[in-house]
């Protein structure tokens, strides 16, 4: 237990950095039970270890070379980039057709710079993800000369294995064992069941073949020795797979386990043995302690010995089974929810389904790897399995929810364990008071209480595109689309925004015009989602939904050659605020409306055609006088939208500019009791 703590601590105060307020109250809270479970003695060694940890967080170096010369080692390599070590720090190297390798020592000739990039709605957030890797700066390569080659060539090793299969197994391979974004259907499917994330980091795939390797050793040799054995043989696969830190830690924890059980005649506990592995990783590389493999890795076996020791109590083989699936399903929600935005009823049942499954794919994955000829089964396997998964996908029902954040997180693991304490004690009267208040918090996340007592707008993100959601307590109606080329924004941005926003279907959805920037993702939407009606401007105007009127002021606008001449002009009240959606419309068709309207109220003005200069004159911003006027467009669009000529018309208004490529979504929240 002692092991654990200082694992717990170590992880927690090296986060306080990112997450103080609720990381401050975990790490109290674990020295006064430690100070109250054990000696002085131990809480100040706590004291000590969260000194290092705060300390050892904030080790960040950052040095330009003046003359521009950074030599160092590659440590993480992607198909368009690596990772670059040099003079202690760990930087981003944009590599078209990237050939370099992990272990590659490089002299690189460049300018280095801060990270950034764009991220659209509920798109992933490389900079994100390179910061919680310890990457803050790019390097601008202009010359890269290789001073020294990794002798092993594991990205070569891995295509040339995978250029054995088809096009479908090749990306599901890369996909789950490599950790590519390759897409496959077996993959999706894996996904929208719930179960690439756990698939990946748990290395489901992995035990079974050492514990299949050591029985067979086992007949012919100690066992010990057929352990060891069975990881040796294994040694050329994982390679194949390094650097993924599920492997490291696989194999880390299986190599000290030997140890602790031969060397150390069982010293340490399955959890102690863990909390060890874990607190050397912490130590040897502290930007672990922010990332989704880290926790999630380590969290599965420490809740599965907790759990598993719990479920021994339980008489009846099938009986602690069952329980045991509940509880371990249940420990998992915070993760769904924070991979997925939504939690799946059966996604732990389903795990355990189809381990068996997956055990023999990684067989037949693994005998080919060892150059036996059985490519063409790999292939047919792949297929059945994704069969299965799709088909499962019809029998796995969902319920939206987004991420709960660090507070909600720790909370929910809070209430989670104290429930797990008070089963194992047997504390009835406690039980069903901590069990009543789980319950309580688990159906307050997935459930959409939170919008029956709000409202909101948002200006989504769709980068050189417009789409606006208007949601009235429960109901939800969606103005434009977006539409992109190269993504489909229905299933990548659209209907991950409304799994976050507990959002099952919308009651309309308002096309203005015709351009694909506005109504492009229409008709995957409609197919993908619930749309109970579509409405352009060839219909009647006001309409209501959600208690919310939409009048639509360029109700003559269909009659117009002009495709943007034609786009509706939203009007609508909610919060006590007054919004105007422009669509694309020009200026000519503001002068009608100012002719045709003595006065319209507008406290938000969302800028008509993404800010272009045909839109937004002076007298349009004049005469609806907004507060706010939202721009939604690319970041560094190829029309150079917005046009100086409208930030200057809006500025000297006093109009306060807000814009999407700049800000991300725009959002206008309020509770709402009606």
Request: proline share 3%.
């Given at each position: 237990m002692?092991?654990?703590?200082?694992?717990?601590?170590?992880?927690?105060?090296?986060?306080?950095?990112?997450?103080?307020?609720?990381?401050?109250?975990?790490?109290?809270?674990?020295?006064?039970?430690?100070?109250?479970?054990?000696?002085?003695?131990?809480?100040?060694?706590?004291?000590?270890?969260?000194?290092?940890?705060?300390?050892?967080?904030?080790?960040?170096?950052?040095?330009?070379?003046?003359?521009?010369?950074?030599?160092?080692?590659?440590?993480?390599?992607?198909?368009?980039?690596?990772?670059?070590?040099?003079?202690?720090?760990?930087?981003?190297?944009?590599?078209?057709?990237?050939?370099?390798?992990?272990?590659?020592?490089?002299?690189?000739?460049?300018?280095?710079?801060?990270f950034s990039s764009t991220t659209l709605e509920s798109q992933f957030d490389f900079e994100a993800y390179l910061n919680k890797k310890g990457v803050d700066n790019a390097l601008n390569a202009n010359e890269i000369t290789v001073k020294w080659s990794f002798p092993i060539r594991i990205n070569s090793l891995k295509k040339n294995f995978l250029s054995h299969f088809d096009e479908e197994t090749q990306n599901f391979i890369s996909s789950l064992f490599f950790s590519t974004s390759a897409d496959s259907n077996l993959s999706t499917s894996l996904t929208n069941l719930h179960l690439s994330r756990f698939a990946s980091a748990s290395g489901v795939y992995i035990y079974p073949f050492l514990s299949l390797f050591s029985f067979i050793f086992g007949m012919f040799m100690k066992k010990k020795w057929a352990k060891a054995l069975s990881f040796g043989v294994l040694l050329p696969y994982f390679i194949l797979l390094f650097p993924r830190f599920s492997i490291i830690r696989i194999c880390s924890l299986y190599i000290f386990r030997l140890i602790n059980e031969y060397c150390l005649h069982k010293r340490f506990s399955t959890i102690e043995t863990t909390a060890i592995v874990g607190i050397v990783c912490l130590l040897l590389n502290h930007y672990l302690a922010r990332q989704d493999s880290f926790i999630l890795g380590f969290s599965l076996p420490l809740a599965y010995s907790v759990i598993n020791n719990l479920s021994f109590r339980i008489k009846g083989r099938v009986k602690r089974r069952v329980v045991s699936t509940l509880i371990f399903g249940i420990f998992f929600i915070p993760f769904e929810m924070s991979f997925y935005s939504s939690v799946n009823l059966f996604t732990y049942p389903l795990t355990i389904l189809l381990e068996p499954f997956f055990v023999i794919l990684s067989l037949l994955t693994l005998l080919s790897y060892y150059r036996v000829p059985i490519y063409s089964a790999v292939n047919g396997y792949t297929h059945f399995l994704d069969n299965i998964c799709s088909g499962?996908?019809?029998?796995?029902?969902?319920?939206?929810?987004?991420?709960?954040?660090v507070a909600g997180t720790i909370i929910y693991f809070v209430l989670f364990f104290v429930l797990i304490y008070f089963l194992l004690i047997r504390h009835r009267p406690m039980l069903k008071i901590t069990g009543s208040v789980f319950a309580l918090f688990v159906i307050s996340l997935i459930t959409p209480l939170d919008n029956t007592f709000s409202c909101e707008v948002m200006f989504i993100n769709v980068g050189q595109g417009d789409a606006t959601l208007v949601r009235s307590h429960n109901s939800a109606v969606l103005i434009d689309t977006g539409g992109l080329y190269y993504t489909d924004v229905a299933t990548d941005i659209l209907i991950p925004l409304f799994k976050k926003e507990k959002i099952y279907s919308l009651d309309c959805v308002f096309l203005t015009?015709?351009?694909?920037?506005?109504?492009?993702?229409?008709?995957?939407?409609?197919?993908?989602?619930?749309?109970?009606?579509?409405?352009?401007?060839?219909?009647?105007?006001?309409?209501?939904?959600?208690?919310?009127?939409?009048?639509?002021?360029?109700?003559?606008?269909?009659?117009?050659?002009?495709?943007?001449?034609?786009?509706?002009?939203?009007?609508?009240?909610?919060?006590?605020m007054d919004f105007v959606i422009m669509g694309d419309a020009t200026m000519t068709i503001e002068y009608e409306i100012m002719e045709k309207y003595d006065h319209i109220d507008c406290d938000i003005l969302k800028v008509g055609h993404h800010g272009s200069k045909t839109s937004t004159s002076p007298e349009w911003v004049s005469y609806l006088s907004p507060q706010e006027a939202i721009i939604s467009c690319g970041l560094n669009?190829?029309?150079?939208?917005?046009?100086?000529?409208?930030?200057?018309?809006?500025?000297?208004?006093?109009v306060n500019i807000r814009r999407t490529d700049l800000e991300g979504s725009i959002r206008y929240y309020k509770l709402c009791l009606w």
């Open positions: 002692k092991l654990l703590l200082i694992f717990l601590v170590l992880w927690a105060a090296l986060c306080i950095r990112y997450y103080p307020i609720v990381l401050v109250l975990v790490v109290l809270v674990l020295l006064i039970y430690a100070f109250k479970r054990y000696k002085k003695k131990f809480g100040c060694i706590l004291l000590v270890v969260i000194g290092v940890g705060i300390g050892y967080s904030f080790v960040d170096f950052d040095i330009t070379k003046e003359d521009g010369i950074y030599n160092g080692i590659v440590i993480e390599s992607k198909d368009n980039y690596f990772i670059f070590y040099t003079n202690l720090e760990r930087v981003y190297v944009y590599n078209q057709d990237n050939t370099y390798e992990v272990g590659d020592f490089l002299s690189i000739s460049g300018s280095k710079e801060t499962l996908m019809k029998v796995n029902p969902s319920a939206y929810a987004p991420p709960v954040g015009h015709d351009d694909f920037d506005h109504d492009g993702a229409c008709d995957s939407l409609c197919e993908n989602f619930t749309v109970k009606n579509v409405m352009s401007y060839y219909d009647n105007y006001p309409v209501t939904y959600g208690g919310v009127t939409y009048y639509n002021y360029n109700d003559e606008g269909y009659m117009n050659s002009e495709e943007n001449d034609k786009s509706l002009v939203l009007g609508f009240n909610i919060m006590d669009n190829r029309y150079g939208h917005p046009a100086s000529e409208t930030l200057e018309t809006l500025y000297e208004a006093g």
